[in-house]
């Protein structure tokens, strides 16, 4: 952090982006103002609004190609160094949005950029990395304005939509899922994935379940590049309808599903409790795919421990757009089981560094 302080361009990628800081002391402080210079006509103005020994934050300036603000932090545990990035950011304009979010060659760029820089980090601290660089994105989806509201005309088609799924029946029949499991023509997957740990008993303000639970209710699961999930944001979660965007294969498809039921309790397995919230969504007319999937947070409360669970029973549509769901059937399989670890995967991440950010936010 030090190196950092001194001079920005030790991590930074030359082919990318080069940083001019404009007046000042050499050393980096609170109120200084960088341009950073980039390929093109992309050149960004950005301001220190916060410095501290392990960490700075970067806000931008107008005339920059995003709105938003960035922090780079150091920290540390008795086995090795950590090195994370963290950006709150959109589009600043309508042309950046079109290359970022539409053309998808500004995003492209800014993978490739801080991923060269944490290289770098790595490089200029003389260690090794360890576990590779993870990359966690959450995003706003569409249709998070009040209902009723719309600021642009992709909001009102998201909203349209939205709405014709209100009309729309499942497409399999949910009474006959449990005949299904011992159906070789569905597909019966169940995964875990353990979170972080707590103290025994109830769930802890701030802890690992309640993060986890959070995250469950906003539909943070999935990630933003593979769906993206739109509803309306004062409906009830239970029988919420949900319009999902999928990318698959470099194309985009729209689906329907409705969320069933929701569900909190203890249970008692071989003598031990656990505290169980979960909820269920289906499949609704024109989905490429037929079947229902349960996401459930499990608190084992003799022991702490917590965990993730994800079941979903499900086969290729048999009716729908032709496209879709011969692609699915071809090809769905394996992006069905990445899309599963994926979930699995995010949303210990995503608790992981909620946790982080609460521990970091609590009074000393």
Not at 159 to 175: C, E, G, H, K, M
């Amino acid at each position: 952090m030090g190196e950092l302080f001194e001079d920005l361009d030790r991590v930074a990628p030359s082919e990318f982006a080069t940083f001019q800081k404009l007046g000042g002391s050499a050393r980096l402080s609170k109120g200084d103002e960088y341009v950073v210079r980039m390929p093109g006509p992309w050149d960004g103005p950005v301001r220190v609004v916060a410095a501290d020994a392990t960490s700075f934050r970067l806000a931008t300036l107008q005339g920059h190609l995003e709105a938003g603000q960035i922090e780079f932090r150091a920290s540390e545990d008795y086995r090795s160094i950590s090195f994370e990035i963290e950006s709150w950011a959109r589009s600043g304009d309508p042309m950046s949005d079109l290359f970022y979010n539409r053309l998808r060659l500004s995003k492209e760029v800014q993978l490739h950029m801080w991923s060269s820089v944490l290289r770098k980090v790595v490089e200029l601290a003389g260690g090794r990395m360890q576990q590779g660089i993870v990359i966690t994105t959450r995003a706003v989806a569409p249709g998070a304005l009040p209902e009723g509201h719309a600021e642009d005309p992709a909001s009102r088609g998201t909203a349209r939509s939205l709405a014709i799924l209100a009309d729309r029946q499942v497409n399999f029949d949910p009474a006959k899922v449990h005949a299904h499991l011992a159906d070789e023509r569905w597909r019966v997957d169940d995964m875990v994935e353990p979170l972080p740990h707590e103290g025994s008993g109830p769930p802890v303000e701030g802890g690992s379940w309640l993060v986890a639970r959070e995250l469950m209710d906003r539909y943070q699961l999935a990630d933003p590049a593979v769906v993206t999930a739109s509803y309306a944001r004062n409906a009830p979660l239970a029988g919420r309808d949900m319009l999902l965007e999928v990318r698959f294969a470099g194309l985009r498809f729209r689906a329907g599903v409705r969320i069933g039921d929701v569900y909190e309790d203890t249970l008692e397995l071989d003598g031990r409790d656990a505290l169980v919230f979960g909820w269920s969504y289906r499949t609704l007319e024109g989905h490429f795919e037929q079947g229902q999937m349960h996401y459930e947070l499990w608190k084992w409360l003799d022991s702490g421990d917590v965990e993730f669970h994800l079941r979903a029973v499900s086969r290729p549509a048999e009716t729908g757009p032709l496209l879709p769901r011969t692609g699915f059937r071809l090809l769905g399989r394996s992006h069905q089981l990445r899309f599963y670890r994926q979930v699995c995967r995010r949303i210990k991440r995503l608790t992981e560094a909620q946790l982080e950010t609460n521990r970091a936010a609590a009074p000393r």
